[in-house]
Every structure is written in C-alpha cells, then in structure tokens.
C-alpha cells in the first residue's frame, strides 16, 4: 500500500485541521492504521490508531481533541484536529499495520506516508 499525507499547516492555537491520508494498492480496512508525529530530535510519537473492526484508540495527550477515522469508500484516513496547542507542533506522519493488534511503537508499522507538518501558533 502507498499512503500520501495531506492537510498540514499553519493555525493559531485553539484552531482545528483536519489531516489526510490517502491510500492506494490495497483497501485500508486490511490494516490496522495509525497517526504518529514526530519533533526535531524526538522519537516519532503514537497519536491515534484504529483497527480493523473500526475501534480508536488515542495518546492520552490528545484525546478529546485529536480523532481519527477511515472513510472505507475513499480509502483515506483522517485525523481531526481540534483545540490545538503549540505542543502539537510537528510533522505528522500517517502508517499503516499488518500486524493483528494495535501496537503503539512505530516499529509495529509497516508502511508509511511522507509526513505533513503542523505548525500551531500561540
């Protein structure tokens, strides 16, 4: 599968993006699926996954404003981004998991899209 980041930019804090991640050479439903970011110097960080069956499962320092989907008609991810804080600053990375349960390491994921950055403002 081939993913392709999309959405990324410059918001203020306390502003919303919503994040793309379009897929191609195989539905997304036959993977389990994730968001990651990652900051200079940092490891690449967990944000959001969702498996198979379509249950979430998020980073405790976003939930309740970061939500992920997948639109199986579209093959494309999202991940809704709201209230954002300059802490969420970052490149943020879309993936894809062949593996039969939701792993939070980024080593778990298989495939990867090329990152869109978000820059939020304060």
């Known amino acids: 599968v081939q993913l392709q980041a999309s959405g990324g930019g410059l918001v203020q804090a306390g502003g919303s993006l919503r994040l793309s991640c379009a897929a191609s050479?195989?539905?997304?439903?036959?993977?389990?699926m994730g968001w990651f970011r990652q900051t200079p110097g940092k490891e690449r960080e967990f944000v959001a996954g969702?498996?198979?069956?379509?249950?979430?499962y998020s980073a405790d320092s976003v939930k309740g404003r970061l939500a992920i989907s997948v639109d199986n008609a579209k093959n494309t991810m999202y991940l809704e981004m709201n209230n954002l804080k300059p802490e969420d600053t970052a490149v943020y990375y879309c993936?894809?998991?062949?593996?039969?349960?939701?792993?939070?390491?980024?080593?778990?994921?298989?495939?990867w899209g090329q990152g869109t950055l978000v820059t939020v403002s304060s």
């Open positions: 050479g195989r539905a997304l439903s036959s993977y389990i």
């Open positions: 993936a894809a998991s062949e593996r039969i349960q939701l792993h939070l390491p980024a080593n778990a994921f298989d495939y």
């Open positions: 969702i498996r198979r069956s379509g249950s979430t």
